[in-house]
């Protein structure tokens, strides 16, 4: 492992021991809260312990600069100081002591970030001891956490910071019709994974639509075995949590500390958590009908969908996506591997962003998470193709700035402006192009991954390789 990252792991165990892990409380996760003497419920008892990397000032000099937001500058500067983007502009001045990076014919960007990976709920090696992204026990898991069965050491995280992707969401799988949490992740070296949580961006919610969820439980001769018995499942998962919700609010407006408290229920945390706007929902969901329809539930139960998944016929409601302030993550040109999945067309991400809608690229997988710039070009070029007008720095929004907002911490990372994470990738060339690659990948300012720097990288156990039996 790099001499930095052994430093900035050794910070987080410090910080790991002497941190304050929450209000106490009476031996189930509650605590006297506001001082009242009513049951509260620490809503992040799992903090994130992050702690960025050492990082020095760094000014990258007459590159192509991609802000993220739109925006395209030829022979542009980029300033990280302390951890944040300072400014960037033409002919910057290098702060005394600098460390200072010859841009010139090169390009650069806010670090990647992808909405939907499994990395570390199925890390590498692939074996079925590694399966922790689906709990198929129940369609309703709303009690799980995806970051409970993260593990640190999957050595794809590395293959994924080569790449450029400073920040990733995982997810758990699409088995259940409520899947459990999301957890937003800093693409560090960490032994736990407090130690790489983002800290304070908002937990998420996993839901499924389609035929994952039929398939999985009607095979087993439970509900739900079709399209109708998923509605009726979330319907009813709603409906509890609307009246658990109730029932919490009527005893805290009581305001009365003898009182005996609602009987705590972990699923209806999550789901009462939706219900409060702040836990994020994202969904899995392939068709437009599909999608229309949890539009409308969203509405009765009134809550809010951030972000749908795969969305491969998304195209189809683009105007019904902007409406809502629906985001949409999608594949560049996955498609008719079954039949939810058969009307897809590679225009999807093009035309999505016509129609004003929030639009991005996703990886779903351990392999395309390491070139997603170049997803985003063929998503780009298709659009082209249709005679759609997209710039190149539109599109570059569509793996920085536009996943960020999915996630709710577009305010910290996305762009390159000035107060931001200065996390920043350092291309070869055009990130559209299919010989560009990251030179340099920083987060938070701290110079994460040097590809003319092998001593850099951080090396994990699986990477290292098991000796033969007998050999010494």
């Not at 312990?49 to 500067?77: C, H, K, M, R, W």
């Not at 910057?92 to 010139?104: K, N, Q, S, V, Y």
């Not at 990372?413 to 920043?424: I, M, N, P, W, Y």
Request: proline share 5%; net charge negative; charged share 20%.
């Amino acid at each position: 492992m790099m001499a930095g990252a052994l430093a900035g792991l050794a910070a987080l165990g410090l910080a790991a021991c002497n941190g304050d892990a929450g209000e106490t409380g009476n031996g189930n996760g509650a605590s006297a809260g506001n001082g009242d003497g009513l049951v509260r419920f620490n809503p992040d008892p799992y903090p994130s312990t992050y702690t960025p990397f050492p990082s020095e000032v760094v000014l990258i000099q007459g590159a192509t600069v991609f802000d993220g937001i739109g925006g395209e500058f030829e022979n542009y500067d980029v300033l990280m100081q302390d951890g944040r983007i300072a400014s960037i502009g033409e002919g910057l001045e290098a702060p005394e002591g600098a460390t200072i990076i010859d841009g010139r014919g090169r390009y650069v960007t806010p670090g990647v970030i992808d909405i939907h990976s499994h990395l570390g709920v199925y890390p590498s090696p692939g074996v079925s001891a590694h399966n922790d992204g689906n709990e198929i026990t129940s369609p309703v898991t709303a009690e799980v956490w995806a970051e409970h069965g993260v593990w640190p050491q999957d050595p794809g995280f590395d293959a994924a910071l080569a790449g450029g992707v400073t920040t990733l969401h995982v997810l758990p799988g699409s088995a259940n019709l409520f899947g459990g949490r999301g957890v937003t992740l800093r693409n560090v070296p960490s032994r736990t994974v407090q130690g790489m949580k983002f800290p304070d961006a908002p937990y998420t919610l996993k839901m499924a639509c389609g035929e994952n969820p039929k398939r999985v439980y009607g095979g087993q001769g439970r509900a739900p075995g079709s399209r109708m018995g998923n509605m009726a499942g979330y319907r009813e998962a709603w409906q509890r949590a609307v009246e658990y919700r109730r029932s919490w609010q009527r005893y805290w407006d009581a305001g009365d500390a003898d009182a005996t408290p609602p009987t705590r229920n972990l699923e209806l945390d999550t789901l009462m958590g939706v219900l409060e706007g702040e836990i994020l929902i994202q969904m899995h969901c392939y068709r437009a009908d599909e999608m229309a329809l949890v539009l409308d539930m969203a509405r009765e139960f009134d809550y809010r969908i951030t972000t749908f998944h795969h969305a491969v016929e998304a195209y189809k409601i683009g105007d019904l996506l902007a409406e809502d302030d629906v985001c949409a993550a999608v594949w560049a040109d996955w498609g008719g591997f079954k039949m939810e999945a058969y009307d897809s067309i590679n225009e999807n991400l093009a035309l999505v962003h016509a129609a004003g809608a929030c639009a991005m690229i996703h990886s779903d997988d351990q392999l395309g998470i390491q070139r997603l710039n170049q997803e985003v070009a063929k998503a780009l070029a298709a659009g082209r193709r249709l005679g759609i007008e997209v710039t190149d720095g539109e599109a570059v929004a569509w793996f920085t700035s536009n996943p960020a907002r999915g996630l709710g911490i577009f305010d910290e990372t996305g762009s390159l402006e000035a107060g931001k994470r200065a996390d920043v990738v350092l291309w070869s060339a055009h990130p559209f192009s299919s010989y560009a690659v990251a030179d340099h990948v920083y987060i938070d300012g701290a110079l994460m991954f040097d590809r003319d720097d092998p001593e850099r990288r951080t090396v994990r156990d699986f990477t290292l390789g098991q000796p033969g039996e007998g050999v010494l």
